[in-house]
């Protein structure tokens, strides 16, 4: 079964520092790997996805993230925090058979940001 | 806003009794998944169906059930309700079925039992 880690339940950063988000998986086949964050009281939202090629991804809101096969990892970051990142980022794996498939969370990272 | 719309939006109820959670999905998307959040569980999946068939099934207990109509919008049925079920309840939709779509959730039904 596939799985991820994410290293820290909460992070704190000062507003204009970078941001790294830790994300660790274990699967058995070429993963398929999502960065989703949720502001409170709503839904998750897709930040950015890895599937096949090109290892750095980029997605909304100037976020990205590096699938390192060799680590196993799927970190994210950005650059320069702003107020407005403060939520939960949730990093998931598919599990995909091909005509069906599940994510699989992990137990999310509470980003805070201070001035 | 993701496209994808769920009602109601608040849910209270006692235990023992029976609710039904809908979902609609975004345009265009014939794939439906439904995601349990709790404090204690974290982000579970439930249950996939596309195009109105069922396609994968999580830890969904049996007091659970869904379906996916002809129009491509889904109903949650939860009965027997229990204290535990208490949760934020998430509908996704994707264009197709496998792994590497993307997921897009709607704002979620919170399900009160008490």
């Known amino acids: 079964a596939q799985s991820v880690t994410q290293l820290g339940s909460h992070v704190s950063v000062s507003e204009g520092a970078l941001v790294l988000l830790r994300c660790n998986y274990s699967s058995s086949v070429p993963p398929y790997l999502f960065w989703y964050v949720q502001y409170p009281n709503q839904g998750l939202q897709l930040l950015l996805k890895?599937?096949?090629?090109?290892?750095l991804v980029k997605g909304i809101n100037g976020f990205e993230a590096e699938f390192k096969k060799s680590e196993t990892s799927f970190h994210l970051t950005k650059p320069s925090a702003h107020m407005s990142d403060a939520a939960e980022y949730f990093c998931a794996v598919s599990d995909d058979t091909g005509t069906a498939s599940k994510l699989t969370f992990g137990t999310g990272t509470r980003l805070q940001v201070t001035l | 806003d993701s496209g994808v719309t769920q009602t109601p939006k608040h849910l209270i109820t006692a235990t023992g009794q029976r609710v039904t959670l809908r979902c609609s999905p975004r345009s265009g998307d014939l794939s439906v998944y439904w995601y349990q959040q709790s404090l204690d569980q974290g982000l579970q999946f439930l249950i996939q169906y596309y195009n109105g068939e069922e396609r994968a099934k999580g830890n969904i207990l049996e007091r659970f059930s869904a379906q996916q109509f002809p129009d491509l919008h889904s109903e949650l049925n939860l009965s027997s309700l229990e204290l535990g079920d208490s949760a934020l309840y998430f509908c996704a939709s994707s264009v197709g079925a496998g792994g590497s779509n993307e997921q897009y959730f709607g704002p979620g039904t919170r399900l009160t039992v008490t």
């Open positions: 890895y599937t096949t090629g090109a290892t």
